[in-house]
C-alpha cells in the first residue's frame, strides 16, 4: 500500500493532467474567458488609477471585473493590486510606516 502522500500527490496529479479540469473538477476557464477575465481586470484598474480620489466612478468596472473572472482570481487580483501600489510607493520612497507602536 502507498503512504497516503504519494496517494493524495497521485490524485491530484491526475485532476491536473485531466483535459479542462481544476483540482476541484470543475472546468478550467478557456481562453476567450481568460481573456475577457484579464481585459475587464485591466479596465477596472484602469480606473482606479485615473480615479484614486473617488473609487465609485468605477463601480460598473468592478461588476464587469466580477462578472468576468472565477471568484479565487477576483480575490488574488484584489491581493495583486495591493501588493503592486504598495511596492510602487516603497521603491519610490513615499512609504509612511503607521506611527503606532509595535508591540513586543
Not at 65 to 88: A, G, M, N, V
Amino acid at each position: 500500500m502507498w503512504p497516503r502522500a504519494v496517494a493524495d500527490s497521485a490524485r491530484l496529479a491526475l485532476l491536473f493532467c485531466t483535459p479542462g479540469l481544476s483540482p476541484l473538477g470543475m472546468a478550467a476557464p478557456s481562453m476567450k474567458e481568460r481573456q475577457a477575465c484579464w481585459g475587464a481586470r485591466d479596465e477596472y484598474w484602469k480606473c482606479l488609477d485615473e480615479n484614486t480620489e473617488d473609487a465609485s466612478q468605477c463601480k460598473k468596472l468592478r461588476s464587469s471585473f466580477e462578472s468576468s473572472c472565477p471568484q479565487q482570481w477576483i480575490k488574488y487580483f484584489d491581493k495583486r493590486r495591493d501588493y503592486l501600489k504598495f511596492k510602487e510607493k516603497f521603491e519610490a520612497g513615499q512609504f509612511q510606516p503607521s506611527k503606532t507602536p509595535a508591540k513586543s
